[in-house]
């Protein structure tokens, strides 16, 4: 290994799907000389969709990692999906860089996925480079996508690099600041100009810089202090460099890879990672330093079960040296493992090294006990550090799964739980009260692809089905209720007989169970066998088969035998004399309701609010957001939304998302009890 921390960069290339990232990452590599030869998407040759699945459909599922050594510069490379189902894996990767270069597709322009990755990249405190790619396609207006990129993000992104002759070249404008020599026409503006807005851009970010500039100009300042005011700029969000790229001719890759090496930040000069130590409230902010010398901090960001070599552990170095043999703790673990092998990435290929430095992304493999997003570390005075979570979007849409085929079930979970690690979006849920398992994803593709995997990996076929709702039962009013259980078997018979009253809790009051009985008319003994007969009608239901809820019982009389009055019988009797009340008590059936939280862009609030209003939604108002998005406040029937990511997308072309949260119960239309109740069929001993 010839470099060091100061010589690393890390960057993720993000950015719409169909822009170009997986090319441009391939164009990169071979570029900076770590392939021979440029992989084809369409073919299925490039290092960075190697999955075959990926190979198949074209597009990135996952993200994949690969590095360039130019000299002392080592760059590694994230390549990420670019389509929002996968949202996932492109985040996770903004845990383990400095840099986020965001590709622009020029033939359309800033999509919806532009705005929210420069959002969240901005968030995440990361230096945000511009990539305008296929500038070389056939009527690309290029200095409107330029005016366009600066009306959506701000005057601070400012060309570094400018088109040139049609698109088959690009034209440095920072480090030549007269153009290069010969026939090369730039399609628009001058090298002059653009010099010209960097300069004036990152000067006056720093007085010192700024001093110096308005006494001698440009001939005033030194390569390092223009370097470290640059750096500045990227780093506190005052420069958005762009640049551009046809990785499709070649054209401006070596232009990107030189400001890659020259001007973005290493791992020193990148805004600190948010690392805390303790949970909520109580939670620090640490800062992790970048030597190689301190205690290891690490933290996995990428998990892959791969069939053959295991489960790989992908993770960046932040603070310490890890080397083979080391020996490392998990989080707040106590019991360690050992590093046997060390990796460095290229796509599927694994590369052994023997040690990653600070600023490094490395590779253990075959550690069970290693999860997303976990510490590594090898001293227990980091025990309690954690890097500050990633902001996920929720995955909303559902579905419930069981084995398409008997004795499977084992398999399946364990199927699931392989897939849940590699996906921070992908949920697996087990509901008791349903007896369901069911998965969540960010959409039906997302959820559909991922099934495809568990069936070509783990060889698992499921049936799917739209998760139940788990409603809810109570009553309306008051009344009583009434059973005498008698049975005689020619021996020793069973005999109770109980009277009680029900009445009806606020709204989350749960259940109370009450004792009135005078006299002894029935024995102590037995108001426990009453209780547990209670408890199966709260269980199971009394009207639609779901958990009753918010009643009060209150046994007040009864009789017993002293021969057959046994626990059974009080099991029994408490149990239907609780069925004959909660029949004259106004049942009801509860539907959750839920706060729906729904982001569009402001051309589409109407369509997305007359929609709500066909689904029992109250809007509850609606707020304005940066980039022309609205945010629609409702709460609405969960019943209602639970296949709405498919409509919301078809709504919005793919822009809207939403997220929910459950508020409360509310009973149901009439219409839809009757539809619940003549649904049910009760177990045969609740006949």
């Known amino acids: 290994m010839s470099y060091t921390t100061d010589g690393i960069r890390n960057i993720a ?15 990169l590599l ?3 000389g770590a392939i021979q030869t440029a992989g084809s998407v369409e073919k299925g040759t490039t290092v960075s969709d190697h999955d075959p699945m990926e190979k198949e459909r074209k ?213 600190p990672p948010p690392f805390e130590k303790g949970r909520g409230a109580d939670a620090q902010r640490i800062e992790a330093e970048p030597d190689p010398k301190k205690h290891v901090i690490a933290d996995v960001f990428k998990i892959v079960n791969d069939p053959f070599v295991g489960k790989l552990s992908v993770f960046r170095v932040y ?59 090898d001293s227990h005075d980091e025990d309690q550090i954690h890097l500050k979570p990633l902001d996920f979007p929720q995955p909303m849409f559902g579905l419930a799964v069981q084995p398409a085929h008997k004795g499977q079930e084992q398999k399946l979970s364990s199927a ?52 139940r709702i788990a409603y809810r039962e109570t009553v309306g009013a008051k009344a009583e209720g009434h059973h005498r259980h008698k049975k005689q078997t020619g021996g020793a018979g069973q005999f109770g007989e109980v009277f009680l009253r029900i009445e009806p809790l606020p709204r989350g009051g749960g259940f109370e169970f009450a004792d009135e009985i005078k006299g002894g008319t029935i024995p102590g003994q037995f108001l426990p066998a009453i209780e547990k007969g209670v408890r199966q009608v709260l269980e199971h239901g009394a009207i639609a088969g779901y958990q009753l809820q918010d009643v009060k019982v209150v046994v007040y009389d009864g009789k017993y035998h002293a021969v057959d009055s046994k626990e059974v019988a009080f099991i029994a009797a408490g149990k239907k004399a609780f069925l004959d009340a909660i029949a004259k008590a106004r049942p009801q ?54 296949d709405y990511q498919t409509e919301l997308k078809a709504m919005t072309g793919g822009q809207g998302r939403y997220a929910i949260e459950f508020s409360h119960y509310e009973p149901v239309p009439p219409q839809v009890q009757k539809q619940l109740t003549e649904a049910y069929k009760p177990r045969p001993d609740e006949d």
């Open 13 to 27: 290339l993000a950015g719409q799907a169909g822009a170009g990232k997986t090319t441009l990452f391939e164009a």
């Open 30 to 32: 071979h570029a900076g």
């Open 59 to 271: 597009h990135s599922m996952g993200a994949s990692i690969a590095s360039i050594d130019v000299g002392d510069v080592h760059v590694n490379l994230v390549d990420t999906p670019g389509f929002p189902d996968f949202r996932g894996p492109t985040l996770s990767a903004l845990a383990a860089v400095e840099t986020c270069a965001i590709v622009v597709d020029a033939t359309t322009g800033v999509a919806h996925s532009t705005r929210r990755l420069m959002e969240r990249a901005k968030d995440r405190g990361l230096c945000r480079v511009l990539v305008v790619n296929k500038i070389d396609h056939e009527g690309v207006d290029l200095e409107s996508v330029v005016e366009m990129l600066r009306d959506e993000f701000g005057g601070e992104c400012l060309p570094i690099n400018l088109p040139a002759n049609k698109g088959s070249a690009v034209v440095d404008c920072f480090f030549q600041p007269q153009g290069e020599a010969g026939s090369t026409t730039v399609d628009f503006s001058s090298v002059a100009d653009a010099h010209q807005h960097i300069i004036d851009q990152v000067v006056e970010i720093n007085e010192t810089v700024m001093g110096h500039y308005l006494d001698d100009g440009e001939a005033g300042l030194s390569g390092q202090e223009l370097h470290d005011a640059f750096e500045q700029c990227l780093r506190e969000g005052h420069l958005v460099p762009i640049c551009f790229a046809s990785a499709r001719s070649g054209a401006g890759v070596k232009e990107l890879l030189q400001l890659a090496t020259k001007l973005l930040p290493n791992p020193k000069e990148g805004n």
């Open 319 to 377: 603070q310490g040296t890890v080397k083979k043999d080391t020996q490392l703790f998990i989080d707040d673990g106590k019991k360690p493992f050992k590093v046997g092998h060390l990796f460095r990435l290229r796509g599927k290929d694994h590369v052994e090294i023997e040690q990653a430095i600070p600023g490094d992304i490395a590779a253990v493999a075959k550690i069970e006990e290693i999860h997303f997003d976990a510490v590594l570390h």
């Open 416 to 467: 699931l739980a392989r897939l849940g690690e590699e996906d921070p979006c992908f949920r697996i849920e087990h509901n008791k009260e349903l007896n369901e398992t069911i998965i969540r994803g960010l959409s039906d593709l997302h959820l559909k692809l991922m099934l495809d995997r568990m069936k070509e990996r783990y060889g698992v076929e499921v049936t799917t089905r739209p998760p």
């Open 589 to 642: 059936v509860l539907e959750p309701i839920v706060n729906l939280d729904v982001y569009v862009p402001n051309a589409h609030m109407g369509d997305v609010t007359g929609g709500l209003a066909g689904k029992r939604a109250r809007i509850n108002g609606t707020d304005s957001l940066r980039g022309g998005e609205i945010i629609i406040k409702a709460q609405v029937p969960l019943a209602e939304v639970t």
